[in-house]
């Protein structure tokens, strides 16, 4: 499970090729490192470790009126609308 990888001057490793390639982590690229559950992660660039936190960010502040079924079935009725007055 996984390569050893020696731990040099202040604390530097080399993450092997393969990873580096699978990953799509290229020379120059930022990776984040953190500790979950007592174990150094290291995620690639551009990833989104918790998505559902990403998404729930977004609707700090708006305020929903009704029901969130509601408000879907409000929003598809206007989008079925706007495609019926564009095929016309």
Do not use: F, H, Y
Not at 27 to 47: A, R, Y
Not at 48 to 65: A, D, H, I, Q, Y
């Amino acid at each position: 499970m996984g390569e050893q990888v020696k731990v040099l001057q202040k604390g530097k490793i080399t993450i092997p090729a393969d990873i580096r390639q699978k990953l799509g982590i290229n020379e120059g690229d930022w990776v984040t490192v953190k500790i979950m559950d007592n174990k150094v992660v290291i995620l690639p660039p551009n990833t989104v470790p918790n998505p559902t936190e990403l998404l729930r960010s977004l609707g700090k502040g708006l305020k929903v009126k009704g029901t969130v079924k509601q408000q879907l079935l409000k929003a598809s009725a206007v989008g079925i609308e706007e495609k019926l007055s564009r095929s016309k």
